[in-house]
């Protein structure tokens, strides 16, 4: 059993879905979870289930497109923890599917900044505390869609594979200290965003996100090595990134 005791966890995006059941798992393995999401009932409701586990949480109500918010967040668990443990960089959203040149420039420009600036800007945040902790754990999720590229999936696609890039870069500059930076392709799930994109698929032919916590939270442990590689969960197994050919 994974033993987090002890451990801070922050998850974004954490009141549904991937999110929400990654927190939960975090949560039944020891770790304080901090939850950040902007729908305050779906935090209460992990609230309560993560008690009824008998595990703890601070709930944090916040829309990680307010950069401002972001920037104060590493400062209030600084203030309260001086440390972070775990993070779990999950908040994203799918955008519109699209030809690339139809895309409206708000629509693109949303799904850029939440993807991948929100990210990057709770990353610059909470990065000290990272290193404050003596086992640091960056858990990025990431999408097939940044390696298949299929169209009119621009977009998000696009968001993907540049959120690669910056953990990629993140675990370079990172290698020689105790912080282990990884991606997670998280596969098909039956989410609200996978039901968006998919409306035709029956949502019981798809595992639940339940299920895909279950493997994503393997990447929290303090005994982990691997840095700057994929975990595909559909696959079970790491991967390489790899050049062109």
């Not at 030809?99 to 629509?107: L, M, Q, Y």
């Not at 675990?171 to 799930?189: D, H, I, K, Q, Y």
Request: aromatic letters at 6%.
């Amino acid at each position: 059993m994974l033993d987090l005791n002890g451990r801070v966890a922050l998850v974004t995006g954490a009141s549904r879905g991937i999110g929400y059941f990654t927190a939960l798992e975090l949560a039944r393995a020891g770790a304080h979870v901090i939850a950040v999401a902007r729908t305050v009932g779906g935090l209460e409701e992990l609230d309560d289930a993560i008690r009824e586990e008998g595990g703890t949480a601070t709930l944090v109500p916040q829309d990680l497109m307010d950069m401002k918010a972001i920037d104060k967040l590493g400062a209030a668990i600084n203030e309260r923890w001086q440390k972070l443990d775990i993070l779990v960089a999950n908040s994203g959203i799918l955008g519109p599917l699209s030809p690339i040149g139809h895309f409206e420039a708000k629509a693109f420009e949303r799904v850029m900044t939440k993807n991948v600036t929100s990210t990057w800007r709770v990353i610059r945040s909470v990065e000290p505390l990272l290193h404050n902790s003596d086992a640091g754990r960056a858990i990025v999720l990431s999408s097939g869609a940044a390696h298949n590229c299929r169209p009119f999936w621009g977009a998000y696609a696009a968001s993907k594979a540049a959120l690669e890039a910056l953990a990629r870069c993140w675990a370079a500059e990172t290698v020689n200290t105790p912080l282990r930076v990884n991606c997670v392709n998280p596969g098909r799930t039956r989410t609200a965003m996978r039901a968006l994109a998919m409306p035709g698929e029956d949502p019981m032919t798809v595992p639940h996100p339940s299920e895909v916590a279950a493997k994503i939270v393997k990447l929290a442990d303090p005994a982990l090595e691997k840095t700057g590689m994929l975990y595909d969960v559909p696959d079970d197994r790491w991967k390489d990134f790899r050049h062109p050919e």
